[in-house]
């Protein structure tokens, strides 16, 4: 079953400039760098996402939003416990992150 895993980051105000630039590109690019542990193929379905740019007063104070789909649980287990790309994000961003919310959900099951 498809899943859903929304990403949402406040970077820190001391990050650098070119911080925001980095986190987003970074995110977007681990949908080609993330390869199946056993055929080395791809197994992001999608991911979508940005610098906030909402109207609305209601960010919480957010500043990038993330969408990446997975084809199963297994994909979305093996991205977040032991992707070495993943990791390595991780670790980039690490110390320019004030806040991380992660929802994740399965369309249709509530
Ligand atoms: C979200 O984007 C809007 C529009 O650019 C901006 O006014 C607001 O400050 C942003 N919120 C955060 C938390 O960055």
Not at 16 to 27: G, H, L, Q, R, V
């Amino acid at each position: 079953m498809t899943i859903v895993h929304i990403v949402l980051f406040q970077l820190k105000s001391t990050a650098d400039a070119t911080a925001a630039d980095d986190i987003t590109k970074y995110m977007l690019a681990l949908r080609d760098q993330c390869v199946h542990p056993d055929t080395g193929v791809p197994y992001i379905k999608s991911t979508i996402g940005g610098l906030n740019n909402s109207k609305e007063p209601l960010s919480g104070g957010l500043t990038h939003a993330f969408v990446v789909e997975f084809e199963n649980e297994q994909d979305r287990d093996y991205y977040v416990k032991e992707d070495p790309h993943h990791k390595a994000f991780k670790a980039s961003i690490n110390g320019k992150i004030e806040k991380v919310v992660v929802v994740d959900f399965t369309p249709g099951v509530f």
